[in-house]
């Protein structure tokens, strides 16, 4: 038991960060239905589909607001798209989750439509429930430092902006959320079940995407960027949102093979690059975007992986 979990460490610290800001329902339900596909060879596979099966149906029944239902709504759309695609198609884990989130937004959209309700609607609860848990926080913060009303004030407009930020790109990070859960049930059935089907998730250092993903991006920030088409601004900036996260993450990747190359790979490597992302964040969030953008067209790992000529 001690080896195994050393030998998915990884994995298992990423499922305790996802359970941290995201219900874990987002990777158990594409878990126990990847699992529910496959015939069981051991009795892990079995007992591992049954709890994951029993947490999702027991966090999807649950009575909630309106981003609840949505989200609930949003990641069974998801999964439904998902899960096909795992068991009859080759393609990767990342285009395969970025479809299905696709889908499920275009799918989320219609139902808000059809039952009556709106974006504006949604963007209100968000706001709403955002805001309550800010005024706590706040309240909380100015009673722990009555004596420093400086520090207090500026810890309220710390919350506010983040407040801000939530409501105004909820349909971003749930996006977000959606395509994390599903790659993370993936490659949590990869390493429960005995004979896996599909394709596996890859090693962070080895990310990309299909670079012509790039060109999506030029529609949501000409949005932005012309004052005329204001009104749809904060889709487009979600849109951005989620390509930006991607692009970031292909940048750390570029960052793990490059340190990988020089023998500082394994949990040193992924500690170290926490670490500078942590104390740097305001430098390193865009130097990652920055280099995942000039990956795409320069593909670092390729140039350092292939052999030298003419030495």
Do not use: C
């Not at 015939?39 to 589909?49: C, D, K, L, S």
């Not at 105004?168 to 994390?180: F, K, N, P, Q, R």
């Not at 949102?241 to 394994?266: E, H, K, M």
């Amino acid at each position: 038991m001690g080896q195994w979990l050393l030998r998915h460490r990884g994995v298992l610290l990423a499922t305790l960060l996802f359970v941290m800001v995201a219900p874990a329902a987002l990777f158990a339900l594409p878990l126990a239905l990847l699992l529910a596909a496959t015939p069981p060879r051991a009795t892990r596979e079995i007992v591992v589909a049954a709890i994951a099966g029993s947490f999702s149906i027991a966090w999807l029944i649950t009575a909630g607001e309106l981003p609840d239902q949505l989200m609930r709504a949003g990641i069974v759309v998801a999964v439904a798209v998902f899960v096909p695609g795992a068991l009859y198609t080759r393609t990767t884990v990342t285009h395969r989750a970025l479809l299905a989130v696709a889908m499920a937004t275009f799918a989320v959209g219609n139902m808000l439509y059809a039952v009556g309700s709106s974006w504006g609607e949604l963007h209100w609860w968000v706001g709403h429930r955002a805001g309550y848990t800010a005024r706590m926080l706040s309240s909380a913060m100015w009673m722990a430092q009555s004596n420093n009303g400086s520090g207090s004030y500026q810890f309220a407009e710390l919350v506010n902006d983040a407040v801000r930020f939530m409501t105004d790109y909820h349909a971003g990070i749930v996006a977000l959320e959606l395509t994390a859960g599903m790659v993370l049930g993936t490659a949590i059935y990869h390493r429960v079940a005995a004979m896996p089907r599909g394709t596996a998730v890859g090693r962070l250092r080895d990310f990309r995407f299909n670079d012509q993903l790039g060109w999506v991006a030029i529609v949501p920030l000409g949005v932005v960027l012309l004052p005329k088409l204001a009104a749809a601004r904060l889709a487009a900036s979600n849109v951005l949102l989620v390509l930006g996260a991607l692009y970031a993450i292909r940048g750390v990747a570029v960052i793990a093979f490059g340190l990988s190359l020089l023998r500082i790979g394994g949990s040193l490597g992924v500690a170290m690059v926490i670490l500078a992302a942590f104390l740097l964040l305001p430098v390193a969030l865009p130097g990652a975007i920055l280099l995942g953008v000039v990956d795409s067209g320069l593909d670092f790992r390729k140039r350092w992986s292939s052999p030298r000529t003419g030495e």
